[in-house]
């Protein structure tokens, strides 16, 4: 097997981040050209060295925030040329999502998040209800208090943070924690009641307007759930709308097309 | 893990030619995203797909002409190209792929 495709096999296999660059349109000799690209190196051409060095510089900045694009350039790589088109494709690891508070609702928000190809973190102060049998399907199961933990827990533009311990004593700091994180999702359980008490005590905190307008809060679209499974829907779907810009609502009462001007290409381990 | 790559990477392992074909953009509405792919192999095996099922059969013409050694190609099927009305491109949108021989 020839060495691009094997390093690329490899990278996917084992999910460390790789984005794929291919010249699909150009002049003679530049079609077909391909680059793969790692965050620190990067093998094959798109044609010429001068090219390559504009492909990987454009390619690294796509792949980190695991978006899939055509870019156009120059043959020479230059940026306000049109010459050749670039198909980029990023293949970053699975985003994350961290789920605070072990209760019920965890469990079918966490099964809800694998399902939608998350690689889900539970994590709860409670040793008991934080536990590898209540959450068999979560990647990492960790006991620790939500704030700390989420102090040195990595984070991106496309994590989502889910806090449904709905209880002030772990949601404000945590919350508070969670603001400071680029997190592309933060939602936060909790009844009406709930909601007004805790938008109370993080304003007291200094938690400005513009900061809680980030925070989905109660949590979850509107479709009347009322089970754990039938909630974990309601932020699943919540989470994609929120990504798409799409405002959720039936398909069935709109006319115009169902995949508009979706700026989310990313994809994850390469399956849409 | 990623089917496509992984079945086009066992081909290669077994000595079998390739062909890969990308959706690179979709105007309008479509089912798969850019970056969804299919591939073919030689002796006629197929994984993945490019659309929801309405475009495959062209698409794995144009793979078997890639593998047999013809160049690399930007193809492009939708409502707005006289081609698409044969291929019945369901989901009313256009659809760009390309096409290449996995020889790298």
């Given at each position: 097997?020839?060495?691009l495709?094997?390093?690329?096999?490899t990278?996917?296999a084992?999910?460390?981040?790789?984005?794929?660059a291919?010249?699909?349109?150009g002049?003679?000799g530049y079609?077909?050209g391909?680059?793969?690209?790692?965050?620190?190196d990067?093998?094959?051409t798109?044609?010429n060295?001068e090219?390559?060095?504009?492909?990987?510089e454009?390619?690294?900045?796509?792949?980190?925030?695991?978006?899939?694009?055509?870019?156009?350039?120059?043959?020479?790589?230059q940026?306000?040329?049109?010459d050749v088109?670039?198909?980029?494709?990023?293949?970053?690891?699975?985003?994350r999502?961290?789920?605070?508070?072990?209760i019920?609702?965890?469990?079918?928000v966490?099964?809800a998040?694998?399902f939608?190809?998350?690689?889900?973190?539970?994590?709860d102060?409670r040793a008991?209800?934080?536990?590898?049998?209540?959450?068999?399907?979560?990647?990492?199961?960790v006991v620790a208090?939500?704030?700390?933990?989420?102090?040195?827990?990595?984070?991106?533009?496309?994590?989502?943070?889910?806090?449904?311990?709905h209880?002030?004593?772990?949601?404000?700091?945590?919350?508070?924690e969670?603001?400071?994180?680029p997190?592309?999702?933060i939602?936060a359980?909790?009844?009406?009641?709930?909601?007004?008490?805790?938008?109370?005590?993080?304003?007291?905190?200094?938690?400005?307007?513009?900061?809680?307008?980030?925070?989905?809060s109660p949590?979850?679209?509107?479709?009347?759930?009322?089970?754990p499974?039938e909630t974990?829907?309601?932020?699943a779907a919540?989470?994609?709308?929120?990504?798409?810009?799409?405002?959720?609502?039936?398909?069935?009462?709109?006319?115009?097309?169902?995949?508009w001007?979706?700026?989310d290409t990313r994809t994850?381990?390469?399956v849409k | 893990?990623?089917?496509?790559?992984d079945?086009?990477?066992?081909?290669?392992e077994?000595?079998?030619?390739a062909?890969?074909?990308?959706v690179?953009?979709?105007?309008?509405?479509?089912?798969?995203?850019?970056?969804?792919?299919?591939?073919?192999?030689?002796?006629?095996?197929?994984?993945?797909?490019?659309?929801g099922?309405?475009?495959e059969p062209?698409?794995?013409?144009?793979?078997?002409?890639?593998?047999?050694g013809g160049?690399?190609r930007?193809?492009s099927?939708?409502?707005?190209d006289?081609?698409?009305f044969?291929?019945?491109?369901t989901?009313?949108?256009?659809?760009?792929?390309?096409?290449e021989?996995?020889?790298?």
């Amino acid at each position: 097997m020839a060495d691009l495709l094997s390093r690329w096999h490899t990278a996917l296999a084992e999910q460390s981040p790789v984005a794929m660059a291919t010249v699909i349109q150009g002049p003679e000799g530049y079609l077909g050209g391909k680059v793969l690209v790692f965050p620190e190196d990067h093998t094959g051409t798109a044609g010429n060295a001068e090219l390559d060095k504009a492909v990987v510089e454009t390619a690294r900045g796509l792949l980190e925030g695991g978006r899939t694009e055509t870019v156009h350039l120059g043959p020479r790589g230059q940026r306000r040329m049109e010459d050749v088109a670039v198909f980029i494709q990023s293949f970053a690891p699975p985003p994350r999502m961290y789920v605070f508070g072990a209760i019920d609702f965890a469990s079918a928000v966490a099964r809800a998040g694998k399902f939608m190809g998350y690689r889900v973190i539970v994590c709860d102060a409670r040793a008991v209800f934080a536990t590898r049998e209540r959450f068999p399907s979560a990647d990492e199961i960790v006991v620790a208090w939500p704030d700390e933990f989420l102090k040195t827990a990595e984070v991106d533009g496309r994590s989502v943070i889910a806090v449904l311990t709905h209880d002030p004593k772990f949601d404000v700091p945590v919350l508070k924690e969670a603001l400071k994180t680029p997190a592309g999702y933060i939602g936060a359980m909790g009844s009406r009641r709930t909601h007004d008490n805790r938008t109370a005590r993080l304003k007291e905190e200094g938690v400005t307007d513009e900061q809680l307008a980030r925070v989905s809060s109660p949590i979850g679209l509107d479709i009347g759930a009322r089970t754990p499974e039938e909630t974990a829907i309601a932020i699943a779907a919540e989470i994609v709308a929120l990504r798409t810009g799409h405002s959720g609502g039936r398909l069935a009462e709109r006319s115009g097309p169902i995949h508009w001007a979706a700026p989310d290409t990313r994809t994850r381990d390469g399956v849409k | 893990m990623n089917p496509v790559i992984d079945r086009v990477a066992s081909w290669r392992e077994e000595g079998k030619k390739a062909a890969l074909a990308t959706v690179v953009k979709v105007e309008r509405s479509g089912p798969l995203g850019p970056g969804t792919s299919m591939a073919v192999s030689e002796d006629g095996q197929v994984v993945g797909s490019v659309s929801g099922g309405c475009v495959e059969p062209a698409v794995y013409e144009e793979a078997m002409a890639a593998i047999e050694g013809g160049g690399p190609r930007l193809l492009s099927y939708g409502i707005s190209d006289d081609e698409a009305f044969g291929v019945g491109l369901t989901c009313g949108g256009t659809i760009h792929i390309f096409v290449e021989r996995v020889d790298w």
